[in-house]
């Protein structure tokens, strides 16, 4: 199985910049599409940004233009670059990975990290 492990949340203030990081376990890392996706209190999980094992590219029209999800197959490690953060971008920000059978919005994903906590003060 995969395990995934985020870290590089925390508190920040509105316009400032985060850089979450996530660290995958297993040989086959390169195969699987990731995802990072938040959840803010009441509201729904959603996918904010993800990219595939060919490197296509999907980012959540509230994020684009600020947010770059990037991978690193040789470290088994994605990044979700966070640029002019803002308040509504405070939520659990979860890594996950699935085997990219469709699209990156509606794929299953099926491996999921603990999550980090992002904070934007304004």
């Known amino acids: 199985q995969v395990q995934l492990v985020e870290s590089g949340g925390g508190l920040v203030q509105s316009g400032g910049s985060l850089r979450l990081s996530c660290k995958a376990s297993?040989?086959?890392?390169?195969?699987?599409?990731m995802g990072w996706h938040r959840q803010a209190p009441g509201e729904q999980r959603e996918l904010v940004a993800g990219?595939?094992?060919?490197?296509?590219?999907y980012y959540a029209d509230s994020v684009k233009g600020r947010f770059t999800i990037s991978r690193d197959n040789a470290k088994n490690m994605v990044y979700l670059q966070m640029n002019n953060l803002k308040p509504e971008d405070t939520a659990v920000y979860y890594c996950a990975s699935g085997p990219g059978l469709g699209g990156l919005r509606t794929m299953r994903y099926d491996y999921w990290g603990q999550g980090t906590q992002v904070t934007v003060s304004s």
């Open positions: 297993g040989r086959t890392f390169s195969i699987f599409a």
């Open positions: 990219i595939s094992s060919g490197g296509s590219l």
